[in-house]
C-alpha cells in the first residue's frame, strides 16, 4: 500500500525558511513523478512544485525562485521527497500535502500532474 507521510511544517517569520519532507513508501516500482500542492483556508488547491524521474521540476509562479523541489531515490520502494522554502510570505500560509502519481509517466505533466496518491498534510504558518 503506498503511504505519503509529510513532515517539517511549522510557524515562521516573513522572510523565514522551512524544509519540508514526505516520506514515500509501497510505492509502485514505477515512481515517474511526484510533488506539492497547498491549501489555503478560504482558497482553491494550489499545486506548486513537481519533479519527475529524471530530476527536472517545475514550479508555480507564485513560488518560483523561493521554493526547491528534490529527492533522494532509493533502490527500494522508499523515496524522500524535500521542498525547501525560503524568503516565506504571508501568503504561503496554508496546509501543504505531498502527491504521487502511480499511474505512469503519460499522467505526468508537471504541476499539472493529477497524482493519485497524496498525504495527510503538514500546516505552514507564516506571520509577520
Known amino acids: 500500500q503506498v503511504k505519503l507521510e509529510e513532515s517539517g511544517g511549522g510557524s515562521v517569520r516573513v522572510g523565514g525558511s522551512l524544509r519540508l519532507s514526505c516520506k514515500v513508501s509501497g510505492y509502485p516500482y514505477m515512481r515517474p513523478c511526484m510533488g506539492w500542492f497547498r491549501q489555503a483556508p478560504g482558497k482553491e488547491r494550489e499545486a506548486i512544485a513537481d519533479i519527475d524521474s529524471h530530476g527536472n521540476a517545475d514550479y508555480a509562479d507564485s513560488v518560483k525562485g523561493r521554493f526547491t523541489i528534490s529527492q533522494n531515490k532509493q533502490d527500494n520502494a522508499e523515496d524522500t521527497l524535500y521542498l525547501q522554502m525560503d524568503s516565506l510570505k504571508p501568503e504561503d500560509t496554508g496546509v501543504y500535502f505531498c502527491?504521487?502519481?502511480?499511474?505512469?509517466?503519460?499522467?505526468?505533466?508537471?504541476?499539472?500532474?493529477?497524482?493519485?496518491?497524496r498525504g495527510q498534510g503538514t500546516q505552514v504558518t507564516v506571520s509577520a
Open positions: 502527491a504521487a502519481e502511480g499511474r505512469g509517466k503519460p499522467y505526468c505533466n508537471g504541476i499539472r500532474t493529477p497524482y493519485n496518491y
